[in-house]
């Protein structure tokens, strides 16, 4: 599929902040926000962040990498940051991470790469705006995004 004149966009231009509150029904015996529930919340902000960018309905393809790093426990808050790392013709990789920030000190707390594809009115994927990286962080992000796709679509072919 060939690029029409589609423009590009900045990594700014989608990038998405959402905080959520962890409260009871979140966690597990131990006060911890369960991982099911991270998952969906990194879903969302991805969701969001590609919908940003593509100014379509997007669907999930993939999440890959997806790791916790340290919990997060019950009234603590979890702020989720997602961000394009690299746009192809009708897919996109999406970075998620997470961090806590009850106590005002910044701690990693989950990390995932999703992959979102970019649908028409009629359910089809369509072409979507390039990326245009700015900083030397996107560059290397955006170089590091191809070699995950290729893996990506190396192992989905292996199944097949």
Not at 63 to 92: C, H, Y
Not at 110 to 122: G, K, N, P, W
Request: aromatic content about 4%; proline content about 4%.
């Amino acid at each position: 599929m060939k690029r029409a004149a589609v423009p590009s966009k900045t990594v700014q231009e989608s990038t998405t902040k959402m905080v959520q509150i962890v409260l009871p029904n979140d966690t597990n015996p131990l006060g911890d926000l369960l991982g099911g529930q991270v998952m969906h919340w990194i879903d969302i902000a991805g969701a969001i962040t590609a919908f940003r960018h593509c100014r379509s309905a997007v669907v999930t393809a993939s999440m890959d990498s997806l790791q916790f790093l340290q919990p997060i426990k019950m009234g603590e808050m979890a702020v989720l940051e997602a961000w394009v790392n690299r746009a192809f013709t009708t897919s996109l990789e999406v970075d998620v991470s997470s961090e806590n920030l009850h106590t005002g000190k910044q701690k990693k707390t989950s990390a995932a790469y999703l992959t979102f594809v970019a649908l028409d009115e009629s359910g089809r994927p369509h072409q979507i705006p390039k990326l245009k990286p700015a900083t030397a962080l996107e560059k290397r992000r955006y170089r590091e995004a191809l070699q995950r796709r290729k893996a990506r679509l190396a192992a989905r072919h292996a199944q097949s």
